[in-house]
Structures are given as C-alpha cells and as structure tokens.
C-alpha cells in the first residue's frame, strides 16, 4: 500500500513540510489555493511567496535566527537551501531575490517525483496524516472546518507588508549608502533633519485618523508593527524603532541626524528597495504622500504599496505536542505561522518537522523532537508549553534555548556564540544520528 500523506498550503511550511516528506520516499499531496484563490497579501501563484519581507533573519554566530538557518541548512530544508542560492546582499541579515527565490521553490516541488501539486482551495480537512500549514490567511472554509473540529477559538494579530520602490526614481544626492555602525554598506539611508521629521510625522498622524477604527482594538505583533501605530504611541517612537540614526553618520561629511529611515535591496540588479521597518495599512493615496515627504524620495515611483491583513493561529499551548501533531488529533500536524510561530525561517523550520513527522507516522516510525539546545529544539517546544492565557506568536531568539555557564570576562556577544556553538553541536550530532535520507 503506498505511503502518502496530505500537505495543505505552499508557503515556507508547506513547501519545507512537502519536501521533508518527499523526501523520505512518501508520497505527497500538496495542495495550494492560489492563483484560483487569491489573499489580500500575495501577488503571484509562486510557492513560498514573500509577502512582507525578503529578509530571513540576521546572519551569524551571536544571532538567534542564525543558529536555525545553520541548522535548517543541517537538515537539507528546502527553503534555507533555496535562499543560499538566490540571495542578494543585506549587511547582516539573508535576503533573497523574491522572484527567483519563489520560482526555484515551485520548481522543485512541481518536478519532485513523489510529490502531486493540486492547485485549488480545499474547504474540509482530509482523512489520513496532513499537514495544516495553510498559513495566517487560510481560507473562511478551512478555517471553519479547522474551527468545528478543535472546538476552540482562533486567535489573531494584524500583519502589515512595506512598500516598495523603484530604485531609479531615488535622489540618490541626499540618500547615500551605509551600513549601521561599520556593517557593510548594503542599505540605502534617508536622512532627516529636526523640521523634516516634524512635517513628516505631522502627515503621518493625520493619515493615521483616516485608518478604520478597528484598529485601535487590534494586537499587533512587535516584530512587524505598522509605522501608523508606531505614531500613535508617541512622536519618538519610530525615531527609537526603524528610523533610529544611531551609527548612521554621513559617510563623507560624519554629519549626524535626527532621523534615518533605511531601504533594504529587494531583487539581484538592485532596481527595487524596500522602506525596512515601515509596513502599513495605510490607504495607497496616504502611503504616496508620506512618502514623497522624506529627503531624496520626493519623486519616488512605489512599485508596490503596502498592504495590511489579518494573521490567524491556534493556541498552540492548549492544542499541540512539540512533534507539532495536535494532542487529540494526532493524524493532524500544524506548522508554520498557523502553529505559532513568528517569521519566515521559523515557519520553514516548523514546516520541515511537521513534514518529517507526518512522513515517519505514515512509516510506522517514531516521531522526532530536536535536542533542546537547539532553536528549532526550543521553539516548539515552547509553542507546545507556553502560557496558554496569553499566547502570542514567536520567533527564534535566545530565551528559547538553555544558556551556558557564564565565565569570567564573558560578555553577551561570548555568551551568546557559546550558545550558538552549543545548539549546532547538539543538532548536529542529533541529525547525523537519524540516518535521515538527505536531499543532493
């Protein structure tokens, strides 16, 4: 009898999910809505599309989100593997070409032998080992049909996308290049003077009185605030946030400034930058004018405005094992931003091991859980234990993972290597181990 099981959704937990269990000789039944069905916040019918940033997370070895790309590069994941081969430069942080990165993920999914692609809306959940990782815009349908069979509510928070602009139309005598600090200089600055800021942030709070009043009863999440709702908590507040201009000083004449916005480079000939930290919901008319209000972007052409749209998740801690099936369900795995999680790289992670999970119960194969010393380790687990009064959705980061005995003169970029060191050697001892088949 043929091993298959049943993948709903193909973002970066579906896709990650698929491959996984492709790849352990079951077969898979992917199963994307679009392009018969399109959301608010997705462009094209591409796999793992980016919607809201290119960026996967900061790089290196003190960074919390670089210790699960290393280990997602471990494991053969589809998605880290992908972005290795179609990134861009981004200081610290790796970013991928959105067009190429989404075509090589369909790509490969589309011509992988044990994998079947239906491209419709599936509104019931079906029989046998799925894998929910439908995403934060699953459909009303499945929602429902998701809702009827846990008894229990969804929660949610707004998410917001950043506009995107054309890099020919950049007045680049007042933008210049730099990199915070003495990074790379891989971003593009827009610098303010006191007056600007002010005719800047005046405009902003306007536009932002024009936003449905149901914002003001919205939970947002930290990591991807609208600049709108940064202004309604003070005039500062996007000045500490992403227009901070500490380390930003004119690379010619050291000149300091009292704001600095960043563009982050969207595509490989670097002919689109996107606004970094500056997601919104604002109206299209409103997001022109801001706009055109800062130095260097007066003329500015925006090849794509940003967009708002509503995130869903369950309340991991009440429903989900850290395997990631659910505990009264446990045919039924969930990944990605539906399970809780927070950014991409985090879905892609939680994707591969809800893919892996589902593949081995299908083989009659025990399920696995990663060492707790390593991020993916510490994150589902913490999805799985959290406080369940409060839950809110969560990224990779430190306070996820046991921390290392501190020695003398250790400070916190020593402590946090150590950590890192730490969850890789205990990943990978823990991976080489399986004798899981790995991906060419």
């Known amino acids: 009898m043929t091993k298959s099981i049943t993948v709903i959704g193909a973002g970066m937990a579906g896709s990650d999910a698929a491959f996984a269990a492709a790849e352990l000789g079951v077969k898979v039944k992917l199963y994307e809505m679009r392009p018969k069905k399109m959301t608010p916040a997705h462009h094209t019918d591409k796999f793992a599309e980016l919607v809201c940033s290119n960026s996967l997370g900061g790089e290196g070895n003190t960074n919390a989100k670089g210790l699960l790309q290393a280990e997602m590069l471990k494991a053969s994941g589809l998605i880290m593997h992908s972005a290795q081969k179609t990134r861009i430069p981004a200081g610290g942080a790796l970013a991928v070409d959105r067009e190429q990165f989404g075509e090589l993920v369909t790509q490969t999914l589309k011509e992988h032998p044990n994998i ?72 593009l600055n827009v610098p303010f003077t006191k ?10 709070t306007e536009a932002r009185t024009h936003s449905p009043h149901d914002w003001e009863k919205l939970e947002f999440f930290e990591g991807c605030m609208p600049i709108e709702e940064m202004a309604r908590r003070g005039y500062d507040t996007p000045r500490f946030g992403p ?40 109206k299209w008319g409103e997001q022109k004018t801001l706009i055109g209000l800062m130095p260097g972007l007066e003329n500015a052409e925006i090849v794509r405005y940003g967009v708002m749209h509503r995130n869903t998740y369950l309340n991991a801690p009440k429903l989900l094992n850290p395997e990631l099936n659910l505990r009264e369900h446990p045919q039924l795995y969930v990944a990605g931003v539906l399970a809780g999680t927070e950014g991409y790289l985090e879905s892609s992670a939680t994707g591969w091991l809800a893919g892996t999970n589902a593949a081995r119960q299908v083989l009659g194969i025990a399920p696995l859980l990663p060492p707790e ?18 839950f809110q959705p969560m ?18 970029a020593d402590r946090r290597r150590a950590m890192y060191q730490q969850g890789l050697d205990s990943f990978t001892s823990w991976f080489d181990g399986l004798r899981i088949p790995v991906a060419p």
């Open 116 to 187: 079947e692609v239906y491209q419709e809306e599936l509104t019931e959940i079906p029989e046998g080992v799925v894998v929910l990782a439908s995403g934060p815009l699953t459909s009303d349908a499945l929602s429902n049909a998701l809702q009827q069979k846990l008894g229990t509510e969804f929660l949610g928070f707004y998410d917001a996308a950043a506009p995107v602009i054309a890099a020919d139309s950049i007045d680049m005598s007042v933008v210049y290049r730099k990199g915070r600090y003495e990074q790379a200089a891989d971003y």
């Open 195 to 204: 007056e600007q800021y002010d005719r800047w942030f005046e405009a902003l």
């Open 243 to 282: 227009m901070k201009p500490v380390g930003l000083e004119h690379p010619e004449t050291g000149k300091r400034f009292f704001a600095v916005a960043q563009l982050r480079q969207e595509d490989v000939r670097g002919q689109m930058w996107s606004l970094v930290g500056f997601q919104t919901g604002l």
């Open 373 to 390: 010393e390593s991020m993916l380790g510490g994150l589902v687990r913490y999805l799985s234990s959290a406080n369940s009064d409060n």
């Open 395 to 412: 990224n990779a980061n430190w306070g996820l993972v046991p921390n290392v005995e501190k020695k003398k003169g250790m400070g916190k």
